[in-house]
């Protein structure tokens, strides 16, 4: 049995956001258990403003701050390094631009205790660029009911974000969880495999976290190179899905088979986007997204998909004639 230092780590990747780190720190100070049983790391990501500089200043302020570098790799690696430095029985990971409620981490570790849990979710508030926010949708499982996986992904739990989510490190020590290195849309890919394999986990009717909804960041950028790493993430992960399902730890033969299905659902929903939306990079992207999803082998598409309708367009849109057509129109 492993002996932890502290409760919780809350691990934080940060990357030039000078403007943001201080609150988001400040609030995960402001909390209403000794600061002796949690940690903060902060990975500092090669930041190229005051980011790492803000941090050790902060550092000197609270005890409970440890500070890691690393050269600019992108936010999943900073998450996997701040889980393979952590100390702490349970994981919170947050963003360095967001910040979570005050006194909120009582609440937390004690349900997370006091009913074995391996992941806690919560709710969270968005805020948008005009000044107006939103809270996150609940769940539709009941408050206060230990769930376990299988349930929730036949059921159509929403994956969402890691950061509305506590965890058991010792969950995802057992299953080598860790996050996918540098694509995009790393949350839902990372909370899919957890979700399949959890045992106890927990809806809380609370909001602990609030969020900034950048309009400008990686996932919204209209760049062909930033599209480009959208569609060509979507298509990897399709192919983790695929392997995740077919490896040891899914032993379930109904999830395995969902799962699968679910893979090729993604792959269909992106395909058909090509044939539906209009794109000025359309031709560069069905090209690099054909040609990546075929070294990954899941297209041709194989087998079946999640919804009925999909799997009587599955054979169209295995001709890749269509998307040769396609890359002749400019719109």
Known sequence: MVDYKYRLSIIIPAYNVEQYLERCIESCEKQDISCRDYEILIVDDGSTDSTLSIANRLSTKYENIKIFSQENQGQSIARNLGLKKSSGKY???????????????????????????????????????????????????????????????????????????????????????????????????????CFSLVKRMLFLDEVFYFYEFNENSSTREKSYE?????????????????????????????????????????????????????????????????????????????GRSVKFYSNILIPILNLESIYLYLTRIKK
């Open 91 to 193: 994981i919170w990971f947050i963003d360095s631009d967001d910040y979570i409620k005050e006194n909120c981490l009582r609440q937390s570790l004690q349900t997370l205790e006091e009913n074995h849990l391996e992941i806690l979710s919560f709710r969270m508030e968005v805020f948008r660029n005009n000044g107006s926010s939103f809270i996150s949708k609940l769940e539709d499982f009941e408050i206060n009911k230990v769930y376990d996986g299988e349930y929730l992904i036949m059921n159509n739990v929403i994956v969402g974000s890691v950061c509305s989510r506590i965890f058991l490190k010792s969950f995802l020590d057992k299953y080598r969880l860790v996050f996918f290195p540098k694509i995009l849309h790393q949350d839902s890919e990372f909370t899919l495999r």
């Open 226 to 302: 930033k599209q480009k790493k959208s569609h060509l993430s979507l298509a990897q992960i399709s192919a983790n899905i695929r392997d995740f399902a077919n490896g040891n730890n899914v032993i379930s033969e109904k999830l395995k088979r969902y799962l699968l299905r679910r893979a090729n659902s993604m792959i269909i929903s992106q395909l058909l986007t090509y044939i539906l939306h209009r794109n000025p990079y359309k031709k560069q992207l069905i090209n690099d997204y054909l040609e990546l999803s075929k070294s990954l082998n899941i297209y041709p598409i194989k």
